[in-house]
């Protein structure tokens, strides 16, 4: 709470200082508007020398500094006429003579009360306020543009200040039991930890500590939670900041930002920095478009310097993290910056239930939940992801109004995140179900006779998220290899939608457009990157490190002729064209299966893994599935009549995305 009063003490201090400026501005404007008296009148100088030639003038008031005449007529006494005259010293030569004239003419004559005003010596100074004042709002106007664009800081040198959080402060401790599914990764940062603690150790026996470590790896693998438990296990200060903080609006603020953030470090030394997302400011030099230079490549010369610039007794390390290593600068990834490089990868089937665990300490589980078996079925997932994964099902339990998180509401979050939320309020007509059905079972049906494919765990065609249905197979086991049989057959299971509506419906839909999509991304991998074509052999064609940074992409062209390219479409092509006709094969052998499957989703919209099973053996026949009408299934729902065609369709790709996919 006192820092927060702090801070709001600050920020109305800041705010202070331009509204007093304005309040003073404003008095002053108001003081010269009084000041100013009547304005001028239009008279021309020969009609005013003529008011005190014909003696006209009863009284008259005339500035000596600054010429200003103020005069009262004989015929309009309430009337006061304000001129300026151009040359006071010949005004007064000339109306005092006039006035003497007069006297002597006429001496019993009203004469003119002639009053000078002597000239003071701040009327240059009056003259010059507007000037000043206007200067002087401009000054004001830019010191409060300045603070604005520096966060509002006290000063102005506070601009190319680093703005670092560090957890020492925020009382925040991290340890490495918070940290699950990664042993190996803990156990490179542990002698980090142990040097933080007793250096002497390794300076003894002239042991460097590494300068720098790199954690590698997809988002949401634990890479920040790692150096912020190596800071925690240690006791030290760990200062983190974000690559994009350096990179500011004005030139050589990003390197001043990057020396102040070193600074820091050395006073509270030992110490970590650790820098996320380092890619936005590590970035190869001399990537830009044409060549050209640019602020961030000043910034990353300066963390280049001071990284190699301090001792190894100072007691500073550096942590940074990325998911891009192929786009840092290799004089950032050399030895003596980034010593060593940690890979953060994946969890594996030991490593999520360790995480799930972590995740569920705070959280009531039913007795039907394993989470071993939780772990076997969310390959691919990351710790973010599972940490998600046990919140939806944490809120989904509070939802029904459980006491305890149930196995089913784990198994509805899953889906809930890898497919997105259920849309069960769409309405969808007869006609669009009954596609959305045998497209489904298409897939499914297929998926089960390719062995290599992962079980089919449920099909559903409930709209989920940009999709109409959705057929998830999970897989029961961690690979580290893709066979190319498995490709092969993943492109069979992908066109098995488009097939099956082709094959019952006589027709086919937009809806297989992103199947089309994956499935000829998977045919150029397998052709270009992977070598699975006989024909182009062994042989990556294209960029293996692919660049997203405009300047590098627009400089580098491909690696292979139009031949070649002609040769690898041709290539891609014949793959999808053998996965079509297999999976033509497969369905039209197995027509009966993809009845009772599809019919089965008419009516029940679900489909789970058991129950597909139970289909697939011939357990649940056709009339079982014709006796749920008797529950109020519309009578739209039953057997088609259609035909089957012998002859598969012809792919088409060339469907416009902007159309429903299922």
Not at 164 to 187: H, I, P, Q, W, Y
Not at 402 to 416: N, Q, R, S, Y
Not at 460 to 487: F, N, W
């Amino acid at each position: 709470m006192k820092g927060d009063e702090t801070l709001g003490n600050k920020g109305s201090k800041s705010y202070l200082v331009p509204v007093i400026v304005i309040v003073v501005m404003a008095f002053i404007g108001i003081w010269m508007f009084t000041n100013m008296g009547t304005p001028p009148s239009n008279l021309k100088y020969y009609e005013v020398v003529s008011y005190f030639q014909k003696n006209e003038v009863k009284e008259a008031k005339l500035d000596l500094g600054s010429g200003k005449l103020e005069m009262v007529l004989k015929s309009d006494e309430n009337k006061k006429i304000t001129y300026k005259v151009p040359s006071v010293n010949l005004f007064v030569t000339a109306v005092d003579d006039m006035v003497l004239e007069q006297m002597k003419a006429d001496p019993d004559a009203e004469i003119v009360q002639l009053d000078y005003k002597p000239a003071s010596d701040n009327s240059w100074l009056l003259q010059m306020i507007p000037s000043l004042l206007a200067i002087g709002f401009v000054i004001v106007l830019f010191i409060f543009m300045m603070k604005q664009s520096a966060g509002g800081a006290g000063k102005m040198g506070q601009f190319g200040k680093a703005n670092l959080k560090n957890s020492m402060e925020k009382g925040r401790k991290t340890t490495f039991d918070e940290v699950a599914g990664a042993e190996e990764e803990k156990a490179e940062l542990a002698e980090i930890v142990e040097f933080l603690k007793d250096p002497r150790k390794f300076n003894e026996i002239g042991a460097r500590i590494p300068k720098g470590v790199l954690l590698i790896g997809p988002p949401g693998t634990g890479k920040t939670l790692l150096a912020r438990a190596v800071a925690g296990e240690a006791g030290v200060p760990f200062f983190s900041i974000s690559g994009s903080d350096f990179v500011e609006m004005y030139v050589g603020v990003g390197a001043s930002r990057v020396r102040d953030l070193f600074e820091q470090a050395k006073k509270n030394a030992p110490a970590i920095i650790f820098i996320d997302e380092i890619d936005a400011v590590g970035r190869q030099r001399g990537a830009g478009l044409g060549g050209g230079h640019d602020e961030r490549e000043q910034t990353l010369n300066q963390l280049l310097v001071e990284m190699d610039g301090f001792g190894a007794n100072e007691g500073i390390i550096i942590i940074a993290a990325t998911n891009r290593r192929d786009i840092l600068d290799p004089a950032l990834l050399r030895a003596g910056r980034f010593d060593r490089q940690v890979i953060v990868g994946y969890p594996d089937v030991k490593g999520r239930e360790e995480i799930l665990k972590v995740h569920s300490r705070n959280k009531p589980l039913g007795f039907d939940v394993d989470l071993s078996v939780i772990a076997k079925s969310t390959v691919g997932f990351t710790g973010a992801d599972l940490e998600n994964l046990m919140n939806e099902a944490a809120l989904l339990a509070a939802r029904k109004n459980h006491k305890a998180i149930t196995l089913p509401d784990i198994e509805e979050a899953t889906i809930k995140v890898i497919a997105g939320p259920e849309k069960k309020s769409r309405m969808i007509n007869d006609k669009e179900k009954r596609l959305t059905a045998y497209h489904e079972a298409g897939h499914a049906v297929t998926t089960y006779h390719c062995p290599t494919q992962d079980p089919v765990h449920q099909i559903s065609i409930i709209p989920r998220g940009m999709a109409g249905g959705y057929t998830m197979s999970l897989p029961e086991q961690d690979s580290s290899y893709v066979l190319k049989q498995h490709m092969e057959e993943e492109l069979v299971t992908l066109l098995g939608g488009r097939v099956a509506e082709g094959l019952v419906l006589g027709d086919i839909s937009t809806g297989a457009s992103n199947d089309i999509e994956r499935a000829t991304d998977i045919a150029r991998k397998m052709v270009t990157k992977y070598g699975f074509s006989p024909k182009l052999g062994p042989i990556v064609y294209g960029e293996s490190d692919h660049e997203v940074f405009l300047g590098r992409d627009f400089n580098n062209s491909r690696n292979y002729s139009e031949t070649v390219a002609s040769e690898i479409d041709e290539e891609i092509r014949k793959i999808v064209d053998v996965a079509y006709e297999r999976c033509h094969e497969i369905l039209k052998q197995h027509m009966d299966q993809l009845h009772l499957v599809a019919q089965y989703l008419i009516r029940k919209e679900k489909v789970d893994g058991k129950v597909f099973l139970q289909l697939m053996k011939g357990e649940i026949t056709m009339a079982d599935i014709q006796a749920m009408d008797e529950e109020g299934t519309p009578s739209a729902a039953k057997l088609p009549a259609e035909g089957v065609s012998d002859a598969p369709l012809e792919i088409n790709a060339d469907k416009s995305s902007e159309y429903p996919e299922v």
